[in-house]
């Protein structure tokens, strides 16, 4: 089995160029919107195609980067005019026309590559075009080329590569879905089968003609027109097939249950299996129960190279992290999470749930370790900065105190700013300092109360706001402090203090350094 190991692009959708390094089973690519994540699936399927008319029905104007386009009408000169290019390259392939230096790297590469560039041919019409009509760029004059590393025609009818898209946005397209079942079909069976199906079935239906539908045309009357079957390409085996569970045919399904039956059936091994599934968001209709039947289908898959978008954080974090492909939307290149140690990878697959997607795809992140301070975090943060945190391109996020290291890690691997906030538990030095030494940073930093006396969040805002809370809570109370009833109701608390005095409220100090930190360029 062949493996993808890199996509290199140029001037292709969003970027001008960039590079993707693969591994060779999971392969997940996450990013936020308009980050590029349908694009690098459409470029690998496109390459694995070899269809020159799949690139046409896209058309070259939807594929070349809008930057390029632009900063060519600066010159708007033959010379100048750019080349896409789209390159996938593999560890190695049973024929050695895909080895060669025909590549960027300009070294020998098992892969293949897409060209579209100018026609040299036609160089003198496109001077012409260019001088008369400065605003339109000449798409018609490009020429499409798939090529093999080592300088030969690639032709991807052939199916050298079997591989199969599967959108879930598109659950619903009937053309999407038929042409999943005939990719689908094609993988599963041999030419001989299929010359053999197609055969049968299409004698299948003269014999209909002439056994059923005589009776019909005998009665209608003998004459030159008669019922018949249609037999035209555009009615045979391939466009009738349909895909059944448990006789119910799969567009008869609901949405979700669609998209798993799509995925599963592609999973599945069989004698003449497929090298390469790429599925764009396989969370699309499914229930939590079907994610995680998903998910573990596809973690028992062998013999295939998996190429997943997704905005799903159980998704990316239970096919393990270090499989993890980040994509910005404000970036030019790709990042990796296969550096995280296998403890903190092992402990987001377990993790009963976790926002992890929110996390790496933020530029400033303010943890906190309980739901008191993050029913109030927003709040403070307004009070501080009389700004939301959205505006400020801040994401407050949840998360139990024992897995802040484990985040902690991922914002220095990816160089997120993240400020910490959490409870001191009466020793500062050890539970606060000493225990993330390892883990602060220039992009991430720990704050705390510094008075081990102020032992938690509640004592410290206690501390701050007693007329306020004494006012809201004084009066119901019997035998418990109002300090005793806020730490043993701390959500209900928070939530009263917030929706009643929630303008009048003093945040600690700690968190308004924090905030103050976290902000700062």
């Known amino acids: ?68 386009i632009q900063d060519f009408f600066k010159t708007n000169t033959y010379e100048t005019l750019p080349t896409l290019t789209l390159e996938l390259y593999f560890d190695k392939t049973d024929d050695d026309q895909f080895y060669g230096k025909n590549n960027s790297l300009t070294d020998n590469h098992y892969g293949i590559s897409l060209i579209c560039s100018p026609i040299e041919e036609v160089s003198l019409d496109i001077v012409s075009v260019l001088k008369n009509n400065n605003s339109n760029f000449p798409f018609e004059y490009y020429s499409i080329s798939f090529m093999k590393f080592g300088g030969h025609p690639y032709l991807g009818f052939r199916k050298e590569f079997k591989h199969i898209l599967l959108d879930n ?241 991922i914002a220095n691997l990816l160089e997120i700013k993240t400020a910490v906030v959490r409870d001191n538990d009466g020793d500062h030095e050890n539970n606060c300092i000493k225990n993330y030494e390892k883990y602060v940073s220039k992009y991430v930093k720990v704050f705390y109360e510094i008075d081990d006396e102020i032992k938690t969040f509640e004592i410290a805002l206690y501390k701050l706001n007693k007329l306020i809370c004494d006012q809201l809570f004084l009066p119901k109370l019997k035998t418990r402090s109002v300090q005793q009833y806020m730490l043993d109701e701390k959500t209900d608390c928070a939530y009263d203090i917030l929706d009643k005095k929630g303008d009048e409220i003093k945040p600690p100090q700690y968190i308004i350094d924090a905030i103050s930190w976290l902000i700062k360029d």
Do not use: W
Not at 16 to 34: L, M, Q, Y
Not at 332 to 352: Q, R
């Open 169 to 409: 946005s598109s659950i619903n397209n009937e053309y999407a879905t038929n042409s999943y079942i005939k990719t689908l079909y094609n993988s599963s069976v041999s030419t001989s089968e299929k010359n053999k199906h197609l055969f049968e079935y299409r004698n299948y239906k003269l014999n209909f003609r002439k056994e059923i539908l005589k009776e019909l045309n005998d009665k209608t009357g003998k004459g030159k027109y008669e019922f018949s079957i249609k037999n035209s390409n555009k009615s045979n085996l391939e466009s009738d097939l349909t895909i059944t569970e448990d006789n119910i045919d799969l567009q008869n399904r609901g949405k979700g249950r669609q998209c798993f039956i799509k995925t599963e059936f592609a999973l599945q091994k069989n004698d003449n299996e497929l090298d390469f599934i790429l599925l764009e968001e396989p969370e699309n209709h499914l229930s939590h129960l079907h994610m995680h039947n998903l998910i573990e289908r596809i973690n028992e898959s062998k013999n295939k190279q998996l190429f997943i978008a997704t905005h799903s954080n159980m998704i990316s974090s239970r096919l393990d992290l270090r499989n993890t492909i980040l994509l910005n939307s404000n970036s030019k290149a790709s990042i990796n999470l296969s550096n995280l140690t296998p403890a903190t990878a092992k402990f987001f697959i377990k993790a009963p749930d976790n926002n992890i997607l929110e996390f790496i795809l933020s530029k400033k992140i303010l943890l906190v370790e309980g739901d008191a301070e993050y029913i109030f975090a927003a709040k403070f943060f307004e009070i501080i900065t009389r700004n939301k945190p959205n505006k400020m391109g801040v994401h407050i996020i949840s998360v139990g105190g024992t897995s802040f290291k484990r985040y902690m890690e």
């Open 1 to 68: 089995m062949s493996n993808i190991t890199k996509l290199r692009a140029f001037n292709y959708k969003k970027f001008k160029f960039i590079e993707i390094n693969f591994k060779p089973s999971n392969n997940v690519i996450v990013g936020d919107n308009e980050s590029g994540k349908s694009s690098i699936l459409l470029a690998i399927d496109l390459l694995l195609s070899g269809s020159r008319s799949k690139v046409e029905s896209l058309g070259l104007d939807t594929l070349f980067n809008n930057d390029i």
